[in-house]
């Protein structure tokens, strides 16, 4: 079975800084999918990035990136110029591919913006 | 916007109360989806659904059933509710599409309390 872990409960950082958030993974397959989804205090979960394990070019989207190492199965999420609004839950999310529909989450990692 | 919404934001029952948890998305998605989340365990996968009258087990079915007649509308049910069962309950939904890439959209969720 496929496994997710996020090391690190919880983290912080300053505003206008850069924070990065770990994930690593365990699974036998050579093609899925992963993702990172924000859950915001009190207000739905939402997808911030996903990759596709075969693409080599690391995901980006405005201000968060990933650094996807394939053989090192893992998929951290960087964020630059942190913004009070992004202080939320950060899961790590991994789906294989083929008929599979579902995620296998990682347990989260709480992410402080101080001021 | 994709609209995912549960029927309760919270909800208080007694041991062994019959719980429905109701959810409705208004995007003709195919794939519908329930987990619980518990802190440091993450989102586990109670059941799934692709289309309607079908369903499939997640990771933790246990004392957990549901129903899809239509649809937009899947439905939790805990035959005989237990204090375990306790937890923050999400509902999410996506649709197929060809590149396996869908997103899962989510609901506010209901935080349950079995007393």
């Known amino acids: 079975a496929q496994t997710v872990t996020q090391s690190q409960p919880e983290m912080s950082v300053q505003e206008a800084e850069t924070v990065t958030l770990s994930c690593t993974y365990d699974t036998s397959e050579s093609d899925y999918y992963l993702f990172w989804y924000k859950q915001p205090p009190s207000r739905q979960m939402i997808l911030v990035i996903r990759q596709e394990a075969y693409k080599q070019q690391n995901a980006t989207e405005n201000r968060f990136s990933v650094n996807f190492q394939k053989a090192a199965k893992s998929f951290s999420l960087k964020i630059s110029d942190s913004q009070l609004g992004d202080a939320a839950m950060y899961f790590c999310a991994y789906r294989a591919s083929g008929s599979a529909r579902q995620l296998t989450f990682g347990s989260g990692t709480q992410l402080t913006v101080l001021p | 916007d994709v609209k995912v919404t549960q029927s309760s934001r919270y909800l208080v029952k007694r041991t062994g109360e019959k719980v429905f948890l109701e959810c409705v998305q208004d995007?003709?998605?195919?794939?519908m989806f329930w987990y619980r989340q518990d802190p440091g365990l993450g989102l586990r996968l109670i059941y799934f659904?692709?289309?309607?009258?079908?369903?499939e087990k997640g990771d933790i079915p246990e004392g957990y059933s549901v129903s899809r007649e239509k649809k937009e509308r899947f439905s939790l049910i805990l035959e005989s509710a237990s204090t375990n069962q306790t937890s923050m309950y999400l509902c999410?939904?996506?649709?197929?599409?060809?590149?396996?890439?869908?997103?899962?959209?989510f609901g506010p969720g209901t935080r349950l309390t079995v007393l």
């Open positions: 995007m003709d998605h195919e794939n």
């Open positions: 999410a939904s996506s649709r197929i599409t060809v590149l396996r890439t869908d997103t899962q959209y």
């Open positions: 659904s692709y289309d309607v009258k079908m369903k």
